[in-house]
């Protein structure tokens, strides 16, 4: 089983901007499609963005996001990041990395949205939006 580790929440005022980091203690993230989702208290978890082995970049946000939001990935340091910019109050969730193996002849490949197409999953992280 496969385990992600999230971390870089917190609570912000809105307006600021927040860098949060997905990686794997075990696994090289290197050989996997990641994705951001996000879940707000009363609300089903969201898929935000999907990054592919080669760093092809699939976009499922909501439509309040609107490019706010960027994922990249540095697998020297084996990490996928997720950065935040310009939070509002409504940005308030757990944020959580996902991931899914993708083998070598499919760089590209990137799931759908739906959270059952990404077996690992990490615990998430907090993001408190509030003046």
């Known amino acids: 089983q496969v385990q992600l580790v999230e971390s870089g929440g917190g609570s912000v005022q809105p307006g600021a901007s927040l860098r949060l980091s997905c990686s794997s203690p075990e696994f090289s993230l290197a050989d996997y499609a990641v994705a951001w989702f996000r879940e707000a208290p009363g609300k089903g978890r969201e898929a935000i963005s999907c990054?592919?082995?080669?760093?092809?970049?699939?976009?499922f946000h909501v439509d309040s996001i609107q490019g706010r939001f960027t994922v990249y990935r540095d697998n020297a340091k084996n990490t996928v990041s997720l950065h935040l910019d310009s939070l509002r109050p409504e940005d308030s969730a757990v944020y959580y990395c996902a991931g899914k193996f993708v083998r070598d002849r499919r760089p590209t490949y990137c799931p759908r949205d739906s959270t059952s197409n990404y077996p690992a999953w990490g615990q998430g992280t907090h993001v408190t939006v509030s003046s």
């Open positions: 990054i592919s082995r080669a760093g092809n970049i699939s976009t």
